[in-house]
């Protein structure tokens, strides 16, 4: 059967426990709207909305995690840390299989780890991980260079998928391997069709290692680029689920309505930042004053309040606000437009310049509005902005990770501790041309580096909150991103789902638990 002809089944949707639950109906279909093609379905070496969500369907990981922050048991049933914080073991389920039938080892947890530590654009994600030994099939220490503290969340299913060696491991290039697009999981769903505009069907795992999961038949990902006929979909009953839902309108129109639910639980992990990114390398904004002039140009509150219709908040560094590691005293660069003036003649450039804004198709209200917002509000400090659409989420992430571009608006996530989804960004040993959401900006800082490296070892909270304020003062005056504000993420679903995911990574979970009411 095609694709398209099963857009119209009904759905269901999860969390992390099925205790304490009405009664609900047995199979049926979930199906999730986005706007995000993934470019192909392996988070091993893609990070993103788009990958993750399928991802973490068919593939498992060592552990997931629940609401409350606490990790809970996946492939690992348990596990140990050392003493000093170097070693980590991980006991696996000795019945889990790859939906080809063979058994999941610590062979296949080892690969995995190491290939995600080579591969993925989080190089400080797994940094410390030195090796990873395997004295029996169930049995996975990890060594480590150094203690840390952020590992764990690290092991969680959309940052941690467990690959299968004998499939991955043929001497292909993880990254452009033809299994990236039909991959072979544990998860709890199979991998039926992955249409080449980003549509996927999964189908349950009959042979799932936890027993009577998953609860769904199916789940099909439909990619609907344009929002309001998203929102349409979801309305008629076509689509079922819409996460990672952030345009104020969207979310006012569904509250409306009867039938639909509407949460902002579920996204405690994720912290995403919205921001406009520099290019460093490009001769007109090499300088920081440039950078610091278009700063000052830029209105968040106007943004948040009148763009935004105040369901965002103002973001002022790189660290998530609702962080206990943001420094609230880093510059804020109010609007000044008269100090932005003068910080663009102090620079050589009195006569202004032409510089050109990319976006991310698909979310308008966060990206698209702002760029053209950037346009009209340069334009008062003499820069002449150019907007440049991208057909598609690909066509823009391979101008921004192959550094062709001046300007960006960027959505990057905090992925729960900096070590993961900050350092990311600002290591200048993370400058990866060709990666999406490493260092793209090609910003570099000794005294950065240093910083972030020592905080990625420090396991006293408040040593790495010193490290950090640190860090956010040299980033907040040299600026290598402006960030603007955290997205108002929200969950609309249909109100007979049950289960509808509220731990710390939202629907980048696996759905196992998700179900229908009766």
Do not use: C
Not at 140 to 153: F, M, R
Not at 279 to 285: A, D, E, M
Not at 430 to 436: A, L
Not at 494 to 502: G, S, Y
């Amino acid at each position: 059967m095609k694709l398209m002809s099963r857009l119209l089944g009904a759905a269901a949707f999860a969390a992390f426990s099925v205790s304490s639950i009405p009664a609900f109906a047995d199979g049926g279909t979930l199906v999730i709207a986005s706007t995000q093609t993934p470019r192909h379905l392996n988070g091993a070496v893609q990070s993103g909305i788009a990958t993750a969500i399928p991802s973490t369907q068919i593939f498992a990981s060592p552990i997931r995690y629940d609401e409350n922050w606490e990790p809970q048991p996946y492939l690992a049933k348990s596990w140990e840390i050392s003493d000093d914080g170097l070693s980590v073991t991980l006991n696996l389920v000795d019945n889990a299989t790859f939906h080809d039938g063979k058994p999941v080892t610590s062979e296949d947890v080892a690969f995995s780890i190491m290939t995600t530590k080579e591969n993925h654009p989080f190089k400080s994600m797994f940094a410390p991980v030195e090796s990873i030994e395997t004295p029996d099939a169930h049995t996975a220490v990890i060594k480590l260079s150094k203690p840390h503290p952020a590992l764990l969340l690290a092991l969680s299913p959309a940052l941690a998928p467990v690959l299968p060696k004998h499939v991955y491991g043929d001497g292909q290039d993880v990254k452009s391997h033809p299994a990236n697009s039909a991959p072979v999981g544990s998860g709890p769903f199979i991998l039926e069709e992955f249409a080449a505009g980003g549509d996927a069907v999964l189908k349950k795992n009959p042979n799932f290692f936890i027993d009577g999961r998953p609860m769904l038949d199916e789940i099909i990902i439909r990619i609907i680029k344009d929002e309001s006929a998203l929102l349409i979909a979801l309305e008629n009953g076509e689509a079922d689920l819409y996460p990672f839902m952030a345009g104020s309108q969207a979310i006012r129109r569904m509250e409306k309505n009867e039938r639909i639910g509407v949460t902002s639980e579920g996204y405690a992990g994720v912290g995403p930042v919205n921001w406009l990114a520099f290019n460093t390398n490009s001769p007109k904004l090499s300088d920081v004053r440039v950078r610091q002039a278009i700063s000052y140009a830029v209105d968040r509150a106007f943004i948040t309040k009148a763009l935004h219709r105040g369901v965002s908040q103002p973001q002022r560094g790189p660290i998530i606000e609702s962080s206990p590691f943001f420094d609230a005293s880093i510059p804020s660069y109010d609007v000044d437009l008269d100090k932005a003036k003068a910080l663009m003649a102090d620079a050589g450039f009195a006569e202004g310049m032409d510089l050109t804004v990319d976006y991310i198709p698909g979310p308008k209200e966060q990206q698209q509005s702002l760029a053209e917002y950037m346009k009209s509000q340069l334009k008062k400090i003499g820069i002449n902005v150019t907007v440049r659409a991208a057909p598609d989420f690909p066509t823009w992430a391979g101008r921004v990770g192959g550094h062709d571009f001046e300007l960006s608006m960027d959505v990057v996530f905090n992925w729960g501790d900096p070590v993961i989804g900050v350092h990311r960004t600002y290591l200048s040993e993370n400058i990866r041309k060709g990666v999406i959401w490493s260092n793209t900006q090609s910003y570099a800082n000794d005294k950065v580096d240093d910083l972030l490296n020592a905080a990625a070892v420090e396991m006293d909270p408040a040593k790495r909150k010193a490290l950090y304020g640190e860090f956010q003062q040299i980033v907040g005056a040299e600026l290598p991103v402006y960030w603007i504000n955290a997205l108002p993420y929200h969950t609309a679903y249909d109100k007979k789902l049950q289960n509808v995911p509220t731990g710390i990574w939202g629907t980048m979970h696996p759905m196992d638990t998700v179900h229908w009411s009766e």
